[in-house]
């Protein structure tokens, strides 16, 4: 079975400083990985995705996050969150049958100036 | 390329009635998901369909819950004799048959069961 869990229901940091949303996997096939955002009143729109590839991937707005199995995490870290970064975050894995997705329950990132 | 569009966006009904939900989703797009989301939590898979055929079912998608895909472009989920615990955003998202992993998510319809 796949799941996901992310670390840190609620992050707070100060604009420019470094972001870090934790995110640790569960799957019993080689997983697929991603990280969604969604700002309020607006559906969830892709940051990035591994798909077995470069370890290190890139995503948008300046996001990246790395796939480690032997720590079965894909972290996601910008060096310098903006104001604009505030919004809720998804890590999510693929299932079994690469269909749906399963989602950990979020992280809330709050930036202040 | 307009995006996966839903309607509602918000309907408020009352405990038992029927509501219906419609998404539409990029139109070169064959692969069509429903998720549900509740309040401080990820979004959940119920179902999936491929072209007009629904491949997959969650067992989240209890009896009261139908969703129809019929020419393969737009889809309708029912939920009949709503309860107030099916109160959620009823989220759709789109991909491409060979890009399945880049699912592109709709703004959602949000449920509110009085």
């Known amino acids: 079975a796949q799941s996901v869990t992310q670390l840190g229901s609620h992050v707070s940091v100060s604009e420019g400083a470094l972001v870090l949303l934790r995110c640790n996997y569960s799957?019993?096939?080689?997983?697929?990985l991603f990280w969604y955002v969604q700002y309020p009143n607006q559906g969830l729109q892709l940051l990035l995705k591994y798909t077995s590839a470069a370890t290190l991937v890139k995503g948008i707005n300046g996001f990246e996050a790395e796939f480690k199995k032997s720590e079965t995490s894909f972290h996601l870290t910008k060096p310098s969150a903006h104001m604009s970064d505030a919004a809720e975050y998804f890590c999510a894995v693929s299932g079994g049958s690469r269909t749906a997705l399963i989602f950990g329950k979020g992280t809330t990132l709050s930036v202040s100036s | 390329d307009t995006g996966v569009s839903q309607d509602p966006r918000h309907k408020i009904t009352k405990r038992g009635q029927n509501v219906t939900f419609r998404c539409d989703p990029i139109s070169e797009h064959n692969r069509l998901y429903w998720y549900r989301q509740t309040l401080g939590q990820g979004p959940e898979f119920l179902t999936y369909f491929q072209n007009e055929a629904q491949l997959e079912k969650s067992r989240l998608l209890s009896d009261r819950f139908s969703a129809e895909r019929p020419k393969g472009s737009f889809s309708t989920l029912e939920i009949q004799r709503t309860e107030q615990g099916d109160s959620a955003m009823y989220l759709c998202a789109s991909s491409l048959n060979g890009n399945w992993e880049t699912q592109y998510f709709g703004p959602g319809t949000r449920l509110l069961v009085l």
């Open positions: 799957s019993s096939v080689p997983p697929y």
